[in-house]
């Protein structure tokens, strides 16, 4: 696996930093530091800082390397990188340059020179990245988390949602769980929503029976999405629990996850299109941005090269 984490200076980089760290890897994993140098804004006025400039790009240098020592010290296969541009944009381009599997991100980070993960730029990476991408949150980070007052804790087996739809790119995040190692204790709880019919939308089509035997049929696809889902996550040996929900699935896949207290929810980029649509990006990118925990959105290029052609 070719893993890139984006790292700044931010206290929540180093929180990125640790989830890599306290993840179990595969012998031939690699893993490249990279820290984007934003100086967009200085266009203006390079010439008075460019001392100050040389000196940022000494400092993302040397923290890249940093980092790719404290990695490799834990037996992974690291190299640095850092580089001036816009962020998001670099950060996609580097990822696809290298050939990255998945890439991780904090969900917001400085707002100086040297800025990276500003909520616009976790986004864009979610967004533009031709591979995985997991957005790291921390509830030390957040006020609000159910779980902000144990930040400090020792961390235990994951607690990780997956959202399904049924969809090939559902399976597919799915497969990616499964095929993974993880902590010791971790267990994996698959939801699938069905999303409520709207009547001012689509009138005939929420009408009486219709709309009865149209919820019903979708109910019976969500309860198959999670038994499939679950089958493959039971395989890989996870604890494993399901549930089927009613509502938004953008608001509902946030919710449980926050009910549930998970560290991780996965989304597949994609989904089902049409009346029973649910994984669209426009779903994933939401839950990545307004989720409690880390999301991490599972891209098979292997799909998404079949659905272009």
Same mark, same amino acid.
């Not at 533009?128 to 779980?147: L, Q, T, W």
């Not at 993880?182 to 709309?211: F, K, L, N």
């Not at 604890?239 to 549930?260: C, F, H, M, N, Q």
């Given at each position: 696996?070719?893993?890139?984490?984006?790292?700044?200076?931010?206290?929540?980089?180093?929180?990125?930093? %640790?989830?890599?760290?306290?993840?179990?890897?595969?012998?031939? +994993? /690699?893993?490249? /530091?990279?820290?984007?140098?934003?100086?967009?804004?200085?266009? &203006?006025?390079?010439?008075?800082?460019?001392?100050?400039?040389?000196?940022?790009?000494?400092?993302?240098?040397?923290?890249?390397?940093?980092?790719?020592? #404290?990695?490799?010290?834990? =037996?992974?296969?690291? +190299?640095?990188?850092?580089?001036?541009?816009?962020?998001?944009?670099?950060? /996609?381009?580097? $990822?696809?340059?290298?050939?990255?599997?998945?890439?991780?991100?904090?969900? *917001?980070?400085?707002?100086?020179?040297?800025?990276?993960?500003?909520?616009?730029? $976790?986004?864009?990476?979610?967004?533009? @990245?031709?591979?995985?991408?997991?957005?790291?949150? *921390?509830?030390? *980070?957040?006020?609000?988390?159910?779980? *902000?007052?144990?930040?400090?804790?020792?961390? =235990?087996?994951?607690?990780?949602?997956?959202?399904?739809?049924?969809?090939?790119?559902?399976?597919?995040? $799915?497969?990616?769980?499964?095929?993974? &190692?993880?902590?010791?204790? &971790?267990?994996?709880?698959?939801?699938?929503?069905?999303?409520?019919?709207?009547? @001012?939308?689509?009138?005939?089509?929420?009408?009486?029976?219709?709309?009865?035997?149209?919820?019903?049929?979708?109910?019976?696809?969500?309860?198959?999405?999670?038994?499939?889902?679950?089958?493959?996550?039971?395989?890989?040996?996870?604890? +494993?629990?399901?549930?089927?929900?009613?509502?938004?699935?953008?608001? #509902?896949? /946030? !919710?449980?996850?926050?009910?549930?207290?998970? !560290?991780?929810?996965?989304?597949?980029?994609? =989904?089902?299109?049409?009346? +029973?649509?649910?994984?669209? =990006?426009?779903? %994933?990118?939401?839950?990545?941005?307004?989720?409690?925990? &880390?999301?991490?959105?599972? #891209?098979?290029?292997?799909?998404?090269? $079949?659905?272009?052609?």
């Amino acid at each position: 696996m070719r893993v890139l984490l984006a790292i700044d200076s931010s206290e929540l980089s180093e929180t990125v930093v %640790s989830e890599v760290e306290r993840r179990p890897w595969p012998q031939d +994993t /690699v893993v490249c /530091v990279l820290t984007v140098i934003d100086l967009l804004a200085l266009n &203006s006025a390079v010439g008075y800082l460019e001392p100050f400039i040389k000196s940022e790009n000494e400092a993302a240098k040397a923290l890249a390397q940093s980092v790719s020592e #404290r990695l490799a010290g834990r =037996g992974l296969q690291t +190299t640095a990188l850092a580089v001036e541009g816009y962020p998001g944009s670099s950060t /996609v381009e580097e $990822a696809e340059k290298w050939g990255a599997d998945l890439v991780f991100v904090g969900s *917001h980070g400085h707002s100086g020179f040297v800025r990276f993960m500003l909520g616009s730029i $976790a986004k864009a990476v979610v967004q533009n @990245a031709s591979c995985s991408v997991e957005i790291v949150r *921390h509830p030390r *980070h957040d006020k609000d988390h159910p779980d *902000h007052e144990k930040a400090d804790q020792a961390p =235990g087996g994951l607690k990780i949602l997956l959202a399904t739809d049924g969809s090939d790119y559902s399976a597919a995040a $799915a497969r990616s769980i499964a095929a993974r &190692s993880w902590p010791a204790d &971790s267990e994996v709880r698959v939801i699938s929503v069905v999303e409520a019919i709207a009547p @001012a939308a689509d009138p005939w089509y929420a009408a009486g029976a219709v709309a009865e035997r149209v919820r019903e049929d979708n109910t019976k696809r969500s309860e198959e999405a999670v038994s499939a889902a679950q089958e493959i996550s039971a395989s890989a040996g996870i604890k +494993t629990e399901t549930a089927v929900l009613e509502g938004s699935p953008k608001r #509902r896949i /946030v !919710d449980d996850s926050k009910a549930w207290l998970a !560290d991780l929810v996965v989304v597949g980029s994609h =989904g089902r299109r049409g009346l +029973t649509r649910y994984l669209l =990006g426009s779903v %994933s990118e939401a839950v990545a941005m307004h989720a409690h925990c &880390s999301v991490e959105v599972i #891209r098979d290029r292997a799909l998404l090269g $079949a659905a272009a052609s």
